[in-house]
């Protein structure tokens, strides 16, 4: 065991870019931060993001299990002066988290917007999600606005 395993961290955790053979896996894992969401969606909207030039879709790998996603979106905004990146979501199954992965995967987003041209990237997050809140402060991102939604579908929050 080296000084990474004893401390939790994962070093043997590929990350790349996601795979129509990955959705099954992903679905997986978006059902454990959001339940609710029928899985036949779940497997046509990772279809469609697979295919559209304006996201990507990025999966933590180890020993042939996904075991984290990090799904990204890229759109021009006045506000922001040029192209805006937005993490969409961030999930590390259950049974990795705290290990480094979630940590592996901002990295590598931040990469990718970086040589995408983003000027800044955006992340939601709910506001029970304070772990999550935590995480991203300590990552460099900021408190910088509310957001407002209003939902055109009767499903909850």
């Known amino acids: 065991m080296n000084a990474n395993e004893s401390s939790g961290a994962l070093c043997d ?10 959705i099954a896996a992903i679905g997986r894992l978006l059902m454990q931060l959001v339940p609710e969401i ?3 969606s779940v ?12 996201a990507e879709v990025i999966v933590g ?3 042939n ?3 984290g996603i990090i799904t990204l979106s890229f759109r021009p ?10 993490i969409d979501e961030l999930v590390v199954d259950e049974r990795y988290r705290s290990r480094g992965i979630g940590n592996r995967l901002v990295d590598y987003a ?6 995408r041209g983003a000027v800044d990237i955006e992340v939601v997050s709910a506001l029970h999600r304070t772990r999550s809140h935590e995480f991203y402060e300590r990552k460099g991102f900021i408190r910088w606005s509310y957001v407002f939604r209003y939902s055109l579908q ?4």
């Open 13 to 22: 955790v590929t990350i790349r870019a996601a795979t129509h053979r990955d």
């Open 38 to 40: 029928p899985r036949e």
């Open 43 to 54: 497997t046509q909207i990772c279809s469609v993001l697979l295919e559209l030039p304006t």
């Open 61 to 63: 790998e180890r020993e």
């Open 65 to 67: 299990e996904i075991i």
């Open 77 to 86: 905004a006045i506000h922001h002066g040029g192209l805006l990146g937005v």
């Open 110 to 115: 931040i990469e990718v917007f970086r040589q």
């Open 154 to 157: 009767s499903r909850g929050c």
